[in-house]
């Protein structure tokens, strides 16, 4: 560290500072991000994200924001990167992504105009492998997406686009060589700051402690067998949208790469096996769950207590109820003994200066 500028000591101590208080980690990673923007080998900004991620409650904030989506024993592989890429939207503090939806951005939201059609059904392919699994979805977008890039007459804001679609949606790995293409073309620092940012998360994707271990749908296949037996598994699921979207295209996907040529590279080249942190959150429960019906959650009841309060018509009730039922198996998860620690020089946050009064019960769970 010795050899950075004095500003690169003062910007991460910054952030060791704010991070120490609660919910403040992500803005914390935003200055060390911001440090990897200018000098990307600071290997301490890359290991300060880490440890500003271990925080407790930030595990725990981000393990029920999951969980209102996914499942923790729903362990199907598109599953993990789904819940990387919600973690990367919770976490990230780029600026671009709330700069898109102001005036005059348009076609950082939408891609430039001359390719926004082709780019957005790009898109829609690789919701496919996000949403369903399906992972030939995700080779036959980036070939619409070379399409689009040798069409448009904007290939930056083009390239900038697709980087931050497949960040969005949790890879990484073709986020970070769209945005080092962009990079190595262009002297775009605002494109340089989100590359830094998904290349950290794609190398660091298996030490985020709040997301449980990849897996390969057997969990997720044995709970379906007690919530409902008639369920496709995981792969029979794959297999009927694979076949679905090869019914709604003009042209059926054929990989660029000769299928036997592509194992053979796969068997030939040694992969590292990716080396964990030490588990801060003990997953051995999801292997331990009956597969019965239990409490809901309490996040769930937090969410059934808010439709109560805005009245007991028969809409409302249902609401309720469907609640109740989708997540009769969604399991608690308890919050930290440790209260939580606040920057005493911020005023206190009161759910009242949002939603207006209410009663104190429910005011306290939020």
């Known amino acids: 560290m010795s050899t950075y500028p004095d500003y690169v000591h003062q910007m991460l101590a910054r952030a060791r500072d704010e991070g120490q208080w609660h919910a403040a980690q992500a803005d914390a990673a935003a200055l060390c991000f911001d440090v990897l923007a200018l000098f990307p080998d600071c290997d301490e900004a ?17 393990r029920v924001a999951i969980q209102r989506n996914i499942d923790e024993w729903d362990d199907r592989p598109w599953q993990y990167r789904r819940r990387l890429a919600l973690s990367f939207r919770f976490m990230s503090r780029w600026e671009g992504w709330r700069r898109e939806y102001e005036e005059g951005h348009e076609e950082e939201l939408n891609g430039p105009i001359d390719a926004a059609e ?23 977008a980036w070939s619409i997406f070379a399409d689009a890039l040798r069409k448009t007459s904007d290939p930056r804001a083009a390239l900038l686009w697709i980087g931050k679609i497949y960040a969005d949606l949790g890879f990484f790995a073709d986020a970070a060589e769209a945005l080092g293409e962009l990079c190595s073309r262009f002297n775009d620092a605002d494109a340089r700051r989100l590359l830094v940012e998904v290349a950290w998360w794609r190398d660091n994707a298996h030490r985020i402690p709040w997301i449980p271990p990849r897996g390969d749908g057997s969990r997720y296949n044995r709970m379906m067998q007690f919530i409902d037996p008639t369920a496709p598994t995981a792969e029979e699921e794959i297999r009927r949208v694979r076949t679905e979207n090869q019914k709604e295209r003009i042209a059926p996907y054929r990989p660029s790469i000769d299928p036997q040529l592509a194992e053979l590279f796969r068997t030939s080249i040694s992969v590292e096996d990716e080396k964990a942190s030490p588990a801060l959150v003990d997953w051995s429960f999801l292997d331990k769950d009956d597969g019965q019906p239990g409490e809901p959650a309490d996040w769930v009841k937090k969410q059934m207590r808010m439709f109560e309060r805005d009245g007991d018509d028969e809409d409302t009730k249902e609401m309720i109820e469907e609640m109740k039922r989708m997540h009769r198996w ?29 009663d104190d019960d429910l005011a306290d769970g939020i």
């Open 46 to 62: 890359k290991e300060l994200v880490h440890q500003l991620f271990c925080d407790e409650w930030t595990i725990y904030d981000n």
């Open 118 to 140: 082709k780019l957005d059904e790009g898109k829609m392919e690789l919701l496919g492998a996000y949403y369903l699994g399906d992972e030939e979805c995700a080779d036959f």
């Open 330 to 358: 969604t399991r608690n998860i308890p919050p930290p003994s440790t209260p939580a620690r606040y920057d005493p020089n911020e005023p206190p946050f009161d759910p009242r200066d949002i939603l207006g009064d209410m």
